[in-house]
């Protein structure tokens, strides 16, 4: 194994248990560090990125589906300097920036996480820590969501929470696919996304079909949730288009009886667009990669693509609580950050 001298123990914000944010974590001052296994790689972390799905883990709201060890730490998206990499890793090296969405492990609370190399990608050249930790999760989702919806040039496509995480990354990357792109945000963040090359932006709470034009879409992308894009959705798309999500009808605790709804929402919409001038039902579900990551990552390179980091917080326990306070009130353009 490759590494600097390694401490034993370290700093971590650790969360104890599930409940509220302000209850379950708390600072461990001599959190264990150990080596990493033999497809890992050690990286010091100098910044992360929060995404809903952190407050959402640590309340309990999804552990139907995932269930955590505690003490757990959490953040899953960070980015940072490879200290120690493992006998069989070969991608990287000591010393190399890296940055990644740490799937179910997390880690970002930490100073040292242990992460399976091949989730992994070098931070772009020009980027910093805190804009390399808001890359990971949000636009590795993005960019699924605009292959699942095949986009190409010449397509027409709209972008429903378009300055949110997600969205906003989508934007980018559907105009730099060659795209006309319509984004539906709140009025205050219009200037917003048409500066990440919206052609046109539609305010979301004035979202009637008579306002997107007569022109049919071919892709509507929604990053907001709820039953009324898929009804707004049906009345946009021409025949055969394709409605991608990343979110439910409902939002909260995933329970037996709200997983079944999922499970027949999906299925009877899949069987209404299996016709084939209907519209397609295409739920996303991110499967991080190095590999995906690595596409992000040229896109950031070559076409321009950025994280907008709407606010930075230390990467404390009282910076991790207050940023996903933050994050829960809404509101938020881009992306919220931590940073030592």
């Not at 264990?32 to 497809?39: E, L, Q, S």
């Not at 963040?189 to 305010?203: H, I, N, W, Y």
């Not at 009637?208 to 049906?234: H, K, M, N, T, Y």
């Amino acid at each position: 194994m490759s590494s600097l001298s390694m401490a034993s123990t370290q700093r971590a914000v650790v969360q104890t248990r599930y409940g509220a944010v302000r209850d379950v974590l708390a600072l461990d001052e001599a959190f264990p560090v150990r080596p990493p296994g033999p497809h890992q790689v050690q990286v010091e972390v100098r910044a992360a990125a929060l995404n809903p799905i952190d407050r959402q883990m640590i309340e309990g709201d999804r552990r139907l589906l995932t269930r955590r060890r505690f003490p757990f730490v959490p953040l899953f998206d960070f980015a940072g300097v490879v200290t120690a990499v493992g006998e069989r890793a070969s991608a990287f090296r000591v010393g190399d920036r890296v940055h990644v969405d740490n799937e179910r492990e997390g880690g970002g609370a930490a100073e040292y996480v242990n992460v399976d190399e091949r989730l992994l990608a070098p931070v772009p050249a020009g980027l910093d820590f805190a804009a390399a930790a808001a890359i990971p999760l949000a636009a590795q989702t993005a960019l699924s969501c605009l292959d699942r919806g095949q986009v190409v040039r010449g397509s027409r496509v709209v972008v429903i929470g378009a300055s949110g995480g997600v969205g906003h990354f989508a934007v980018q990357m559907a105009r730099a696919a060659g795209a006309f792109v319509l984004g539906v945000a709140r009025a205050r963040d219009a200037g917003f996304v048409r500066s990440l090359g919206a052609d046109e932006v539609v305010d979301r709470n004035g979202a009637e079909p008579s306002r997107f034009g007569e022109d049919p879409f071919d892709v509507v992308i929604d990053c907001a949730g709820g039953r009324g894009q898929w009804l707004l959705a049906r009345r946009l798309l021409r025949p055969g288009g394709r409605f991608v999500t990343i979110a439910r009808d409902e939002d909260g605790v995933v329970t037996p009886a709200s997983a079944a709804r999922l499970l027949s929402t999906i299925t009877a919409r899949r069987l209404r667009g299996a016709h084939p001038r209907g519209t397609r039902y295409v739920p996303v579900f991110l499967r991080a990669s190095g590999e995906l990551l690595r596409r992000v990552d040229e896109l950031v390179t070559d076409a321009g693509v950025r994280p907008h980091v709407a606010r930075s917080f230390p990467l404390t326990l009282e910076g991790v609580r207050a940023a996903m306070e933050a994050g829960h009130a809404g509101g938020t353009t881009g992306k919220l950050v931590l940073q030592r």
